[in-house]
């Protein structure tokens, strides 16, 4: 089967690092043209490190070249926030299949441009929420939706971390929504994921002990549905980093935790449930389940933007959720009041 010809435009989001080495892993599926060094264009807020050593032996490109490329078919979407829907919008505009990183932008209108462009172009189109490949979380979201657990009323989730120091800081004040615009998106995408549209969304946009209020790195979002209550965590002062990122889900009929939520050491993660009465396959009472270590966060995700190129499957993320996850996103950020 032909390889998919993709470049990558940009190298300064966040995840620009981690899409790349994934790509290069999967070369018997994606030919990698080229990638555009967005430094020379872009002048919205980035931070990221190495911005060289993941690009070596590739051919650099200006985004013209790369829009003119013979046999170009994809693209993954990396420049910097702010930058991801204009860029993404001119790779609609050719014709090209894209992975976009997150989030979707300050602007939900011009989100819902791209995303409606896409649709009438039948143009496939990944949002990089990095949870969708993790298979804890997708066990989540089934058992969510065929209340293994019951009824879902609670679920409690952090994005917290202490890396990138003051810089990072910096950074966050960059924008008004914070890090629950920057990083509590890929826990509303699992969300709305598995319980849909909520009744309500409200913001608390506080700063981290130390620091002015402009630099809302200590935030919290409250998503309500019937009967549940979702509070949505994100701080970047969290000495436990990464490793202190947690689940906790509980339903008319048991719980489900997990913590850390992904690792990439070789070791599996570890989730506990804890069931009331039998469901499903699982007798009542605890068991802890252990999900295969993932080779990489993006993996999973690529292999799948590739079927959906192929017309091997259909989208499993459907436009419309997109931009639901957007629309909750901008609400737990502050830029818009829920309606």
């Known amino acids: ?174 924008f008004a929504g914070g890090i629950m615009y920057n990083l509590g998106c890929h826990l509303i995408d699992f969300v709305v994921s598995a319980l849909g549209r909520p009744e309500n969304v409200t913001p608390f946009l506080k700063s981290a002990p130390g620091y002015p209020a402009s630099i809302r790195n200590n935030c919290m979002a409250v998503l309500e549905y019937p009967h549940a209550i979702v509070t949505l965590r994100s701080c970047s002062k969290d000495i436990a980093n990464t490793d202190g990122r947690r689940m906790k889900i509980v339903g008319a009929n048991g719980s489900i935790a997990f913590n850390p939520l992904e690792r990439f050491d070789g070791k599996p993660v570890e989730l506990s449930l804890n069931l009331a009465a039998a469901a499903g396959e699982f007798p009542a009472g605890k068991h802890t389940l252990r999900f295969p270590p993932q080779a990489d966060r993006y993996e999973a995700q690529l292999l799948e933007l590739a079927r959906i190129i192929r017309g091997e499957i259909e989208n499993p993320y459907s436009y419309e959720h997109d931009y639901l996850v957007h629309e909750v996103t901008l609400a737990a950020a502050g830029y818009n009041r829920w309606r």
């Open 1 to 174: 089967m032909d390889r998919i010809r993709i470049a990558q435009i940009g190298i300064t989001h966040e995840h620009a690092n981690g899409k790349m080495y994934s790509l290069r892993k999967l070369s018997e599926v994606f030919d990698i043209v080229g990638y555009v060094d967005d430094r020379e264009f872009s002048k919205s807020p980035r931070f990221g490190n190495d911005f060289v050593k993941p690009y070596e032996g590739l051919r650099k490109l200006t985004l013209d070249e790369a829009f003119n490329m013979p046999g170009l078919q994809a693209v993954t979407v990396e420049v910097p926030n702010n930058d991801l829907v204009p860029v993404a919008l001119r790779c609609m505009e050719r014709g090209l299949a894209m992975h976009m990183d997150k989030p979707g932008g300050e602007d939900l209108a011009l989100y819902k441009t791209l995303l409606d462009g896409c649709k009438e172009r039948n143009l496939p189109f990944q949002m990089g929420f990095m949870f969708r490949g993790n298979p804890a979380f997708q066990f989540c979201i089934a058992a969510i939706r065929n209340k293994l657990i019951g009824e879902v009323f609670e679920l409690e989730a952090d994005m917290n971390h202490c890396y990138g120091g003051e810089p990072y800081q910096e950074y966050i004040g960059k």
